[in-house]
Structures are given as structure tokens and as C-alpha cells.
């Protein structure tokens, strides 16, 4: 159980330095920068320029209506919004994640098609604008990163004599940890795409453990700036809850959508 936990909390540590190579802050030297988030992205397992498209395309939605997860917006489906929230609450969320990159490495023209696109759920799930930026990468790299990743996996399970329960154990309670915190720090924030996110309070080692990852709001009003001066960047305001109080407060369900809507 104290290795379960502990791989959880430290393969958080590996994406948040995943996190730093997508900004292009974990070395200076952007090719070296690169191949650090290469070999980062393996124990996700994604690939590198599939989470760089993804996440610097989330800095340009976030809060927009295809990023209001917390919030049921006039026609959406309000099922499929308390899916999507509670996937991301139990871990659930990760699954489609890897699975999003392995169906890509398979079969990257599902995610161009129009039956793709079409579906409420890609729409409403932010998929269809996640993926739609892919158009603009090359294909053969983002499928050549996501099989290395993979195969870095597999011979990992092959070389440790691993058994499914030792893998799926660790990465279930990652997923868990990952999740929960992927939209704590946006939830019922303001809707704004720079100031939409918390601050969120926790301990010390927790916030040293995740490279400053609760300093949120600092990162998306400076993306540039290393995970080191985050807290320097403003620290909190009294409106910046605690992780533990939105983390409660999202088990509750997403909410309609406020009239007029949180500036």
C-alpha cells in the first residue's frame, strides 16, 4: 500500500516536470528541454507532442464554453456533463486520456473524421477542440512519441517481471491523485482564460511534491516562468480556497450555468 501511494504522489512530481517541458521550462536548451519531455511522457504514458498540443491549447480555452466543466450550459446535456465531472473525480478521466493516445497511434484519421467531430461528445467534452489542433502538427512525430512511450511501458512490465496488478494498482491511485487535481484548480473560478484558475491552498510538501502545480492562477498569468518562482508571482488572495475545500465542494456536481454568468 506504501509503494501504491507512493508512486501516486511521485509519478505527480514526473508530470508536473512533464508540465515544465511543454512550457518549454525545464532546460534551457530546447532540444535537451525535448527529450526530457519525451522520456517524462513515457511513464503517463502519452506522447510529448500530444500533451504540448493539448495543454498549450487548453491555456488558450480555458474557462470558454467548451472548458466549463463545472457548469451545465443552456442545450448541453446535463448527463453527459456529470460523466465527464465524475471522471475526473475518480481517476476515470486518465483512462481516456492514454486511451486517446493509443487510439491516435492506431488510427490517427478517427479523431479528423466528421463522426468524430459531429458527436455532443466530443463537442461538449472539449475533445473535438483538443484534437482539432493536431491538424497543425506532424503526424509521424506525434505517433513515433506516443509508440516509444508505450513501448518504453511494455518493456518496463517485461523487465521487472511485472503482473497487471502490480501496474494497475500504482497507476490507479496516480490517476486518482492526477485527476482530482487537473480541474480542482479551475473549478468555479472566474471565467476568464488568464485569471480563471486558484491559487489553491495545501501544505508545504504537498506544493513541493507537485512543483508549485497548486499555484495555478500564477502559471496561467505567467506560463513562462519556472514552477521554482511561482509563489512569488502573488500568492494568494482571500478569495483562493483551499484544496480540500473545492475538492469537497466539486463532489457535489457541476452547477447551471450562474445568470449573469462569473465575470
Known sequence: MCTVLAFGLINNTQFSLLHEAVHGTLHPNRKINDWLGRWLAAFFPTGFSLQRTFHLGHHQRNRSPVEQFDYIRPGESAWLKRAQWYCILTGIYWLFVVAG????????????????????????TSASAMFSALSQQKAWRLRLEILYSFTFQISIYWLL??????????????????????YADHAFSPLD????????????????????????????QHPEISWFHLPKLGGFSKEDPSFWQIYA????????LPHPPVP
Not at 104 to 123: D, E, K, T, V
Not at 175 to 182: K, T
Open 161 to 182: 517481471g511485472l503482473n497487471p496488478i502490480s501496474v494497475l494498482a500504482p497507476y490507479g491511485c496516480f490517476a486518482l491523485f492526477w485527476s482530482s487535481l487537473q
Open 249 to 256: 465542494r466539486m463532489w457535489a456536481g457541476p452547477k447551471p
Open 101 to 124: 493516445a493509443l487510439t491516435y497511434l492506431i488510427w490517427p484519421g478517427f479523431f479528423q473524421s466528421r463522426f468524430f467531430h459531429a458527436s455532443q461528445s466530443a463537442q461538449q
Open 193 to 220: 482564460p488568464r485569471s480563471g484558475a486558484w491559487n489553491l491552498r495545501t501544505s508545504g510538501w504537498v506544493r513541493l511534491l507537485y512543483l508549485n502545480y497548486h499555484h495555478h492562477r500564477s502559471h496561467h
